[in-house]
DNA sequence: CCATTAAAGTGGT
DNA sequence: ACCACTTTAATGG
């Protein structure tokens, strides 16, 4: 629905702080952001962006969590990236093909922002500090991407599981439990880039290694240190 | 609470 | 790497 009433509460209150809308521009000119702003509830599980469909919008994650995958050649799923509140899903959709290369599914029950792809273009062709803010964005990206790129190509299975570990650690944090984002050893293994025989066999030495605490699905990272050190090799 | 199903974990090839 | 099997956790009536 579109968000006329605001029914998900004033942004500029938003938990939000890092929504790319909210910090690119004033109280004046946010009212219209705000209008042509769709809020979408999304179901623990459901799709909101299918490969290879065509692209109509921009989505920003206002609460809860998404995964954003592709699938290879050989039908595996790889997931490319996790997102949580206020993480953009979609911009992947603004280059010059016309379709997502990419899909993304709710992790949880989801609440999103959404833009149609007419309003938005509109803006970055207008207003300059979102434009400026996107272009960084999508260069600390692409980094991302090319530096994890070269690492994954020379890390046994081990190593790339301790790799996803700290990612997801030093994105989403952890709490008493464990790291911040609850995944199944299946959807950690395409996080990983691996099978889940493989991922959970990896943990099982971790945790004999006394660096991490698995309690049911929750992951505790007891030694970040000692994990960091484990692949040290491969971040010059 | 128990029964059914899904996910985790292990071992063998 | 792959498959088959056991164990454990989650779900739902």
Do not use: W
């Amino acid at each position: 629905m579109k968000d006329k009433n605001n029914s998900k509460g004033d942004c500029f209150s938003c938990q939000n702080s890092s929504c790319f809308m909210k910090k690119n521009y004033d109280p004046e000119s946010y009212a219209d952001v705000v209008a042509n702003r769709y809020v979408i509830e999304c179901k623990k599980g459901q799709s909101f962006i299918m490969e290879g469909a065509p692209v109509q919008g921009i989505f920003f994650v206002y609460s809860g969590k998404a995964k954003v995958t592709r699938t290879g050649s050989n039908g595996k799923e790889q997931v490319i990236r996790l997102a949580a509140d206020g993480d953009i899903i979609g911009h992947r959709g603004y280059n010059r093909g016309t379709v997502y290369p990419i899909a993304a599914t709710a992790l949880e029950d989801t609440t999103l922002c959404y833009f149609h792809h007419k309003y938005f273009t509109h803006e970055m062709q207008t207003h300059t500090t979102l434009t400026y803010d996107l272009m960084l964005f999508y260069a600390d990206e692409l980094d991302k991407s090319e530096a994890r790129a070269k690492k994954y190509a020379q890390m046994n299975v081990k190593e790339k599981v301790i790799d996803t570990l700290l990612t997801i650690y030093e994105r989403f944090g952890q709490n008493s439990k464990g790291l911040n984002f609850v995944l199944s050893r299946t959807e950690l293994a395409n996080v990983a880039g691996t099978k889940s025989e493989q991922l959970i066999r990896s943990l099982t030495a971790l945790k004999n290694q006394g660096l991490i605490n698995c309690e049911g699905k929750y992951i505790f990272i007891t030694d970040v240190e000692k994990l960091r050190e484990e692949i040290d090799k491969f971040n010059f």
